[in-house]
């Protein structure tokens, strides 16, 4: 049996991390390897994260944590414990 999840971002780190890199949503876009307009409707609260968002955080982003960006259910932290 699968078990789905309704993952969510934590968009004031994504911001966070955004604004320390100094970056803009194009460039944080082309990290990630999505669409500049996919970034600013996340940053808005306007779109959930697909696939391609979470791949791309995970293979090309090593320095964000991703303990702190994904957020699983309810604001529960994806890899709280207990």
């Known amino acids: 049996m699968e078990q789905v999840f309704d ?3 934590n968009v004031d780190y994504l911001k966070k ?7 803009t ?3 944080l876009a082309d990290l990630i390897g999505v669409h500049e307009s ?13 696939y ?3 791949v791309g955080v ?11 960006l994904f957020v699983l ?7 709280a414990e207990g």
């Open 25 to 27: 949503n194009k460039e």
């Open 17 to 23: 991390y955004k604004d320390k890199k100094n970056l």
């Open 52 to 54: 391609k968002f979470i």
């Open 38 to 50: 996919t970034i600013s409707r996340i940053l808005n609260g306007k779109k959930g994260v697909g």
């Open 58 to 68: 995970f293979y090309r982003l090593d320095d964000l944590d991703v303990k702190k």
């Open 73 to 79: 259910n309810d604001k529960k932290n994806v890899y």
């Open 7 to 9: 993952v969510k971002i």
